[in-house]
């Protein structure tokens, strides 16, 4: 009995924004679109999101982020610009609502769901390709993601995960930190466990990445 209203760039839909057409869309580019249902007296429902990729060839996992622009890049509060105060807002740990989308490398979307992000890493902050954390938090639906990307690790979820840029390899081969870690495989060492992806944000290709386990304690917990 409600009204569907969509948007087609990343931001949640508000009663403004366009009805959703009752014969469908039809996506000619990479499309991240939005979906949110509206009845008159009533709250709105949560918003729906799903990446559409249109003449996008797939060689690597992907990682597809959705969220407002207010959250990413806006001077004042984005979380992955620069802004204009003293502290840099990438170094402020801004913590904000994101749809997580993976594909695996056949195409298979293994999960879709609410987390939140933040601005991850250290000097290679300043990178226009910053590295992004992500984490499953009840209040926004499940508490873990329900899946496993790593070869090597037998875990069935995942509390948190990083999408790692280059950072200090940023300008030379962008693998050097992975093959590292890579070296204690079978050792009984703890390390950080890596697939190779591309990331799309707001349906824009933000190029390669790695995924990578997020050090923190639920990390080492699994492990032990």
Not at 55 to 69: K, Y
Not at 137 to 153: E, H, I, Q, V
Not at 189 to 194: A, N, S, T, V
């Amino acid at each position: 009995g409600g009204t569907l209203r969509y948007t087609t760039d990343g931001e949640t839909p508000t009663a403004k924004d366009s009805l959703f057409p009752a014969e469908g869309l039809t996506l000619t580019e990479t499309t991240p679109l939005r979906l949110r249902a509206f009845r008159e007296n009533e709250v709105p429902s949560v918003a729906v999101s799903a990446t559409f990729f249109v003449n996008d060839e797939q060689l690597t996992p992907v990682v597809s982020l959705v969220t407002d622009d207010q959250y990413l890049f806006n001077r004042k509060t984005g979380a992955l610009v620069k802004g204009s105060g003293d502290t840099p807002n990438y170094e402020k740990e801004l913590e904000y609502p994101v749809n997580i989308e993976n594909f695996n490398v056949e195409g298979l979307c293994e999960i879709n769901q609410m987390g939140t992000f933040t601005c991850s890493g250290h000097s290679a902050r300043v990178n226009a390709q910053k590295s992004i954390a992500l984490y499953a938090r009840k209040a926004y639906g499940a508490d873990s993601f329900a899946f496993n990307p790593f070869p090597t690790r037998d875990y069935t979820e995942y509390k948190s995960l990083l999408l790692r840029g280059a950072n200090s390899d940023f300008s030379a081969t962008r693998l050097r930190d992975v093959v590292a870690s890579s070296l204690a495989e079978g050792q009984g060492i703890l390390y950080q466990d890596h697939v190779v992806i591309q990331v799309y944000i707001n349906g824009e290709y933000w190029g390669h990445y790695n995924l990578r386990e997020k050090i923190n304690k639920h990390f080492i917990a699994q492990y032990e």
